[in-house]
T-cell receptor, first 119, second 111 residues
């Protein structure tokens, strides 16, 4: 099946620094990727939709200047958490969709996630 | 307001037993319903996708049902294994391609 990878799998940084997380579709091209955030014992919360070659669409309440998203190619999207603070500590998960398989549904494949801890 | 509610919040069963997880939704208009399995510290993995016209869909020991009239879905796990311990998340897509996520059911299988 389709594979989505994330790097790094975990990162610890100091408050005020910036952290970049990469999301790659390994064996397919993804025109659309999604970024989610998940706090402990909670479900995934969509942060933004990333489209290749255009600006990301952010969900309400998500600061676009703090969470910079770049979808530079059909296989790579990056999320940069700028000036990270302890409250940004969370599990960040990306996903990519393949359209047109599984009976016509778009199928969403998730990366393994990145655990961010801001000290 | 579009919502997806899952029950129970958590469930503990013995290995080898069966269990059923519930999902009720108020999403309208409805496009499809998905069940995901999420292991701790990992991304979700799709188990099933069901449309309005499908009542039952199986994936190995996982069987999902859908009643579009009552807006209810269930995920039945037979002969549970220790590796089934995970969170199971119900997600409903509306016709505007928005995904509405349930909070998940945390399932623990004990030997």
């Amino acid at each position: 099946g389709a594979v989505v990878s994330q790097h790094p799998s975990w990162v610890i940084c100091k408050s005020g620094t910036s952290v970049k997380i990469e999301c790659r579709s390994l064996d397919f091209q993804a025109t659309t990727m999604f970024w989610y955030r998940q706090f402990p014992k909670q479900s995934l919360m969509l942060m933004a939709t990333s489209n290749e070659g255009s600006k990301a669409t952010y969900e309400q309440g998500v600061e676009k200047d703090k969470f910079l998203i770049n979808h530079a190619s059909l296989t790579l999207s990056t999320l940069t958490v700028t000036s990270a603070h302890p409250e940004d500590s969370s599990f960040y998960i990306c996903s990519a969709i393949i359209t047109g398989i599984s009976g016509g549904f778009d199928t969403q494949y998730f990366g393994p996630g990145t655990r961010l801890t801001v000290l | 307001k579009n919502q997806v509610e899952q029950s129970p919040q958590s469930l503990i069963i013995l290995e080898g037993k069966n269990c059923t997880l519930q999902c009720n939704y108020t999403v309208s208009p409805f496009s499809n319903l998905r069940w995901y399995k999420q292991d701790t510290g990992r991304g979700p993995v799709s188990l099933t996708i069901m449309t309005f016209s499908e009542n039952t869909k199986s994936n190995g020991r996982y069987t999902a049902t859908l009643d579009a009239d009552t807006k209810q879905s269930s995920l039945h796990i037979t002969a549970s294994q220790l590796s089934d311990s995970a969170s199971y998340i119900c997600v409903v897509r509306d016709s505007n391609y928005q995904l509405i996520w349930g909070a998940g059911t945390k399932l623990i299988i004990k030997p």
